[in-house]
């Protein structure tokens, strides 16, 4: 048995009986017990991707798995309950090089994960490879609504709301934690819902990032709920989020949109997007960058024509993906001057 097999089996092992011995365990949308065996399973798999983590990465970074605190959960069902308005426990992966000097200051990536409801898995462990070779610390929070963590956090999801300030929370607690990690030079990174969340981040602080990269990002949900399914807006509609559809509350959509915020934007940004994109129609990207301009801001952006990959393009492993990736780590380092 190769070491990789001993662990993931020694994982299962620890895993499944935590996993599966929990109780009152249901799903989001349904009190079904194939909604509890769904949220358990999810937290098995998030627990033997953990310990990959520490195989795909311990060679070159410190790992871990923190928790810090946000803001309180948006919906209290009962306000007056034990704990009521208690700020929300948000887990994060933290990744630190090992050859990192600690006694001079480093640049901080916040790099935030997609969705609707998702997690930061090793999936992404090729990019946080490049981003730790190039001298980066790193932060990834698992924001409220994310998967791997039972009913009850998926149920605090706020898509464009109080997860954006989940975000923030562990940039903060990073920067709080680790005296080597300069204030100056914090980078935001995100595709898809974590590219609008980068988006919202540097909107509300624009002082607490020193550049931003928004690939294929959310960008306006109002016309993301005119051109998706119904069983998409359902998430978005569900008592324990929004709560109302589009047509019902027009106004809280736009509020959530990074289109609505643009005139805010006074930090460096670089916009990517795929014209064959399969989740992230090309068209919100466009009108993002038409109402950038229209307010007077200098960004930067690429589109890329049918790019292989679709959603995916550049976080794959083709030429192209490696590439565009290049385009990003050069934007970055030009603000976070890693290795200086």
Known sequence: MTRLNRAVSLACLIAVPAVLGQQGVTSAGQA???????????????????????????????????????????????????????????????????KLDRS???????????????????????????????GYSIIAPEYRGSTGYGAAFYRQIDYGGRENDDVFAGR??????YDFLD??????????????????????????YACAYAGVPVSDLVARMGYKTEAYRSLFSA?????????????????RS????????????????????????????ERLIAALKAAGKTF????????PGGHAFNRIDTRLARESRQEIYQFLARYLKPGQ
């Open 32 to 98: 079904s017990g194939a909604g509890e065996v769904d949220h358990r399973f999810r937290q098995l798999f998030k627990a033997v991707d953990d310990l990959m983590w520490y195989i795909k990465l311990g060679d070159i970074a410190e790992v871990d798995k923190v928790r810090y605190t946000s803001l309180p959960p948006r919906r209290e069902p009962n306000p007056t309950a034990q704990g009521a308005g208690n700020p929300l426990i948000i887990p994060a992966y933290t990744f630190i090089p090992k």
């Open 104 to 134: 001079r200051k480093h640049p901080l990536i916040v790099l935030v994960h997609g969705g609707v409801h998702s997690d930061f898995s090793t999936s992404s462990a090729h990019i946080v490879r490049e981003l730790i070779e190039r």
């Open 183 to 208: 204030p100056k030079r914090v980078g935001i990174v995100g595709w898809s819902h974590g590219g609008m969340i980068a988006l919202m981040n540097i909107f509300e602080h624009p002082d607490a």
């Open 172 to 177: 903060n607690w990073m920067l709080e934690t």
């Open 239 to 255: 008592p324990y989020h929004i709560g109302k559809t589009a047509y019902e509350d027009v106004k809280e959509y736009q509020r």
């Open 300 to 307: 930067e952006y690429k589109i890329y024509q049918d790019a």
């Open 258 to 285: 990074p289109i609505s915020h643009v005139h805010k934007l006074a930090t460096p940004l670089l916009i990517h997007a795929n014209t064959n994109d399969e989740d992230v129609n090309v068209l919100e990207v």
